[in-house]
């Protein structure tokens, strides 16, 4: 708590916050995207084989795990939880650190994208 108090911490992330979360509300339109939620540095973004009726993929096909594996490789940590990709970056992180988060996060969805549409996985 002396740390969060001597850093300012919740200050901090009320600042930064808005960023993330209006940087993530723009995936909302992405094809694979049912859902995106969130509050403060902490999120989620719904994976679904129909935009339309929202109806999830099977879990077998593995497309939240395909989407951690690109994110991975563009350098960034997520939590698959299914289809549901959770992101929280560190408390501490700044604006342009955001920045690049999304960057990385819109890189492994349109190459989940890509993949899943490859491989027939959607209805849409």
Known sequence: ?????ERNIVEHVRTVAPRLQDGLRKFAEHPLVGEVRGLGLVAGIELVRDKATKAPFDAKQGVGLYFQARAEEEGLIIRPIGDNIAICPPLITVEDEIDET????????NA??????????TTA
């Open 1 to 5: 708590l002396k740390i969060y108090e």
């Open 102 to 109: 999304l960057g990385c996060l819109e890189r492994a969805l």
């Open 112 to 121: 989940t994208a890509t993949w899943v549409e490859e491989n027939g996985l």
